[in-house]
């Protein structure tokens, strides 16, 4: 191919940058480093936590109940898409993992991080099955299905609830503003009033203060156990 035909057929592509933006994008003249759009997001993010402290009995109280379950041997089953998918995975880890002090590991699994399955399922059954399939093949009665979404309207997460019920599956929700769909639905929910951003950010300060009750329960049991307050690794009722 000549570079006249080269340059014929690139001027015929359209640019990867649109000639105009959204408003919501277009840049302030006179604020060139965007200290406005930063310090506007920062603001939102106090109506977040408010909206979040205002729902902290319910988050201690599915962090003492996730201890109780899991030390029973029941386990946690979560999920949710894009950066709910993030935040989910982050929660599994600090239980698999620890954290703050030493302990004993628990069975917390994220359904969207196995890929092979994931890919396959949404091939096979499609994206929307992609959960409830899951919950079916690791799901027990007693377990726990937490849910993360901001809009709360992904019917992936919707069919994942139901497939949970059907099996006597706990289901939490944390999700946007409510009302929606995934938090009706639900057995309990945690609906943070903010914009989706903002609501996303307060969903890490809720996986970590429910993470905060599950250790504190944790050791709390095992010090009755073994007879020493405090007692660190603790992984028996």
Request: hydrophobic share 40%; charged share 20%; with cysteine.
């Amino acid at each position: 191919m000549t570079f006249e035909a080269r340059a014929t057929i690139g001027s015929t592509l359209p640019s990867s940058i649109p000639d105009t933006l959204p408003a919501r994008w277009s840049p302030e003249p006179s604020d060139p480093t965007h200290y406005a759009e930063v310090t506007k997001h920062l603001d939102n993010v106090l109506p977040a936590l408010e909206s979040l402290r205002s729902q902290s009995h319910r988050l201690s109280e599915w962090g003492t109940e996730l201890a109780t379950r899991l030390l029973s041997g029941q386990r946690l089953l979560a999920a949710g898409n894009g950066g709910s998918a993030a935040e989910a995975q982050h929660l599994t880890a600090e239980l698999v993992g620890r954290f703050d002090e030493e302990r004993a590991p628990f069975s917390a699994i994220s359904l969207h991080a196995e890929s092979s399955a994931v890919t396959a399922l949404s091939n096979d059954y499609g994206y929307d099955e992609v959960f409830a399939r899951q919950v079916r093949a690791h799901g027990r009665t007693g377990d726990v299905l937490m849910l993360l979404s901001t809009s709360g309207r992904s019917p992936n997460l919707l069919k994942a609830v139901r497939a949970a019920q059907e099996r006597g599956i706990t289901t939490w929700a944390l999700t946007g503003a409510g009302p929606n769909p995934l938090a009706d639905a639900s057995d309990q929910a945690i609906t943070i009033d903010a914009i989706s951003a903002n609501a996303q950010e307060g969903h890490l300060i809720a996986v970590h203060a429910v993470c905060r009750a599950f250790d504190a329960e944790v050791a709390r049991r095992a010090a009755r156990f073994t007879g020493s307050p405090g007692a660190p690794g603790g992984g028996k009722p």
